[in-house]
T-cell receptor, first 113, second 112 residues
Framework: AQKITQTQPGMFVQEKEAVTLDCTYD???????LFWYKQPSSGEMIFLIY??????QNATEGRYSLNFQKARKSANLVISASQLGDSAMYFC??????????FGAGTRLTVKP | EPEVTQTPSHQVTQMGQEVILRCVPI?????FYWYRQILGQKVEFLVS????????KSEIFDDQFSVERPDGSNFTLKIRSTKLEDSAMYFC??????????FGPGTRLTVL
């Protein structure tokens, strides 16, 4: 069975600093994908970044990068140069070979001015 | 930029009634999904749909739920007889392949 764990219910970061949001996973699938989504207070789910299990390089998308450590089964999200608009819930998710996707409990990030 | 759309944005229904939630995925996408999020909780996978059939469903997706792609554009989720605990935000998502899934804005379902 797949499992996604986000151990930080809440995180604070100073504006313009970098922050790392933790995510660990457990799966027996040989092929899987890891995702990060942002959910602002308005409720929509915004796709941020994707990492395939066979990708050799860590994914990056603008200020977002995914620190993928396959042996440790971790897929931490790094946000560089935090902005006030980054304040939101962040969900880590994993897609297995059967195309189902499981989400973690989320981390609420607050960016302080 | 193309996006997933969902209607209605908010649906209120009486317990025991049937509801149909509608989604229009991004036009060239091949994989379709439904998720739900009970208020304040994590997003939960319900079902994935590919090539006109369900490819995977979760334990939540019981006989009360069904999905359909009635034409080339819509993707619907039907709840046959709603229960109080079905109150949640329901998200539709779509993807070209099995990587990036783009979510719609959600339909908030309130069961009274």
């Amino acid at each position: 069975a797949q499992k996604i764990t986000q151990t930080q219910p809440g995180m604070f970061v100073q504006e313009k600093e970098a922050v790392t949001l933790d995510c660990t996973y457990d799966t027996s699938d040989p092929s899987y994908g890891l995702f990060w989504y942002k959910q602002p207070s308005s409720g929509e789910m915004i796709f941020l970044i994707y990492q395939g299990s066979y990708d050799q390089q860590n994914a990056t998308e603008g200020r977002y990068s995914l620190n993928f450590q396959k042996a440790r089964k971790s897929a931490n999200l790094v946000i560089s140069a935090s902005q006030l608009g980054d304040s939101a819930m962040y969900f880590c998710a994993m897609r297995g070979t059967n195309n189902d996707m499981r989400f973690g409990a989320g981390t609420r990030l607050t960016v302080k001015p | 930029e193309p996006e997933v759309t969902q209607t209605p944005s908010h649906q209120v229904t009486q317990m025991g009634q049937e509801v149909i939630l509608r989604c229009v995925p991004i036009s060239n996408h091949l994989y379709f999904y439904w998720y739900r999020q009970i208020l304040g909780q994590k997003v939960e996978f319900l079902v994935s749909f590919y090539n006109n059939e369900i490819s995977e469903k979760s334990e939540i997706f019981d006989d009360q739920f069904s999905v359909e792609r009635p034409d080339g554009s819509n993707f619907t989720l039907k709840i046959r007889s709603t229960k109080l605990e079905d109150s949640a935000m329901y998200f539709c998502a779509s993807s070209v392949r099995t990587d990036e899934q783009f979510f719609g804005p959600g339909t908030r379902l309130t069961v009274l």
